[in-house]
């Protein structure tokens, strides 16, 4: 069993209007925008991070806007909600706030126990808040919602599957542990994480594929602190017979890829060397960042890539 992961790091996901997503993220819901970047594989379009005050891992929700594409088909095989961890007595903040912009799919829930306010993201995401106990993280306090209500981070992710038995074996081996289970979900957690610890198996035997699409999640990103421990989950995850892909540097990370056994594309990403690499903390996510091969498209992408704000 591996020690080196301690819980999500980032969660990335296609939007199609960039600039409703950057306002969600910003002016809604609080996070900060904490790089503004390009795709690697695609770099007319914009990545664009969010998260708490200087993009922490288990805080960054990340987006690649795709102005054009086709709304994504919900179904087996992907990440399934992405829950925020706010502070104790903040629900009801958020359940008069979101209202006032219109924020579709409110509704409660009791999971685990644990009092939610689910929502959709404006191309369909689905997203909940829970009051996280014994979560020490602070909010970002300088944006749109105060310090005192703010989102933490993520508590966790669910992880919709028609069969979830192999998956669970991964997550035991990458140290999760089981600590409950409700129905079709089982609920997974790794003691000692960064606070975005858990992973819930949602079991849905007949359930359509999931369809790529804008409200998908593309992508779901553990942490480790360092390229070493990187290497060696690398190792570990290839002689259990993971077709696991070389370290790609992701500027801000470096990361590895692996498709899961019930069609999740599950990312291992270092903690280091974050956001502030290539601009000043106080400033981060304002000007735009290109990947150095991406440098010499600057002109042009500075004329064709929507602007977010104004
Ligand atoms: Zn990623």
């Known amino acids: 069993m591996l020690t080196q992961i301690k819980g999500l790091h980032h969660v990335t996901s296609m939007a199609g209007d960039a600039r409703t997503n950057n306002a ?22 914009y990545h664009l991070y969010y998260g708490d005050e200087i993009g922490t891992p288990g805080s960054v929700m990340t987006y690649f806007p795709f102005p054009h594409i086709a709304k994504g088909k919900f179904g087996a095989g992907e990440v399934g909600t992405t829950v925020f961890s706010v502070p104790e007595g903040a629900l009801g903040y958020w359940r008069e706030r979101l209202p006032g912009f219109g924020v579709k799919g409110l509704g409660e ?20 808040l829970v009051e996280a106990k014994g979560d020490a993280r602070a909010p970002y306090g300088a944006g749109a919602v105060p310090a005192d209500q703010g989102i933490r981070g ?25 600590q409950d289970r409700q129905g079709d979900v089982t609920r997974f957690a790794i003691p000692g994480g960064n606070g975005a610890d858990v992973i819930d198996l949602e ?30 989950v690398r190792k570990a995850l290839m002689d259990t017979g993971y077709n696991v892909t070389p370290v790609i540097d992701r500027d801000y990370f470096w990361a590895i890829y692996f498709r899961t056994p019930g069609g999740v594309l ?25 990947p150095t091969q991406h440098e010499w498209l600057r002109p042009q992408l500075e004329k064709t890539l929507q602007p977010l704000e104004g």
Do not use: C, W
């Open 24 to 45: 969600f993220f910003t002016e809604e819901l609080g996070l900060r925008r904490v790089k503004k970047t390009v795709n690697f594989d695609a770099p007319d379009v």
């Open 154 to 178: 993520f508590q966790g992710a669910s992880l919709r599957l028609r069969d979830g038995g192999a998956t669970g074996e991964l997550l035991r081996f990458m140290g999760y542990q089981e």
């Open 266 to 290: 599950f990312e291992v990403a270092t903690n280091e060397p974050g956001f502030d690499r290539d601009e000043d903390s106080a400033h981060l996510g304002e000007a735009l960042k290109l």
């Open 109 to 128: 829930e009791t999971v685990f126990g644990e009092e939610r306010l689910k929502f959709l993201g404006p191309d369909g995401d689905s997203f909940a």
């Open 203 to 232: 079991v849905l035997p007949g359930a359509p594929l999931a369809r790529l699409g804008a409200g998908s999640v593309h992508h779901i990103a553990f942490a480790v602190e360092n390229r070493a421990a990187q290497l060696e």
